[in-house]
């Protein structure tokens, strides 16, 4: 096993947060080893500072973004904190359709990874507007910094287990059989969300227009303070006035910093 010291931690863990702003503590040291391992030895590194060497001198970006596929966590599932997407659909999506003057509605899930947040929010979308939705753009942006989990996320694929959660009329028609243990998003959610790369520590977003509702869940557990404060004031900055932000129930804003007002648990506004 190749062991990591102190300092080879600390550069570590200083070039992610740089760079992700994924904050790793001390007790992480293992997981990190962990995660890293055998992607050392398929690379015929003996040291972590080999490693740290390779990666600071790649200049085609795959080597990072090796790692980052291999340091984060992707946990997520259908309707995990179902609240929010009744909200989404009580609330969010008539207030939206009352007020939006050109049918397009802006719609972002900025840490997608797998899948099912994003194309929850499509089915819930598809179901709201119905035979209308011909007339609306309703397509969600799905982001996250993980390739590899983008690429699970784009094909849809999830067991019966996974899909239990959801409404029976959705399993019905928004889901076909893929094999004898899993099911497929079908085409028509499929293609009502956008998946792209994206990594939250960018200066500058590069979006052309604002944004209606952005999701950020359980994701800014992973930052500190400084890097929360600057990315809800990116958000902030991208949003529409009257636009929703989500977070996960775990995380929470500074009043006395953020613009947002708080509406409820995880959720606010632009005001």
Known sequence: MITISEKEFQLLTE??????????????QAFVTGRLHNLLTQLNFTSFSEYYDYLIKDKTGSASTVLVDKITTNHTYFMREAEHFYIFRDEVLPYLKSTSKDKDLRIWCAAS????????????????????KLWWDTKVLATDI??????????GIYSKD????????W???????????????????RNEVIYRKFNLME???????????????????????NTKDNLINKFYDIMEPGGYLFI?????LNR???????ICPAVYRKI
């Open 162 to 169: 996974r899909i239990e959660p959801l409404p029976n009329n």
């Open 203 to 225: 200066n500058v977003f590069p979006f052309r227009k604002k944004f209606h509702v952005i999701f950020c869940r359980n994701v800014m557990i992973y930052f500190d303070t």
């Open 113 to 132: 990874s797998s899948g099912e947040e994003p194309y929850t929010l499509a089915m819930i979308l598809d179901e709201y507007f119905n035979k209308e």
């Open 15 to 28: 070039y992610i947060k740089e760079n992700y702003g994924i904050h790793l503590k001390k007790e992480k």
């Open 256 to 262: 006395e910093k953020t613009k947002f007002k708080y």
């Open 146 to 155: 993980s390739t590899s989990i983008l690429e699970t996320a784009k094909q």
């Open 171 to 189: 399993k019905l028609n928004y889901f076909t059989k893929y094999n004898e243990d899993n099911f497929m998003v079908n085409e028509k959610i």
């Open 248 to 252: 996960g129930h775990s995380e929470s």
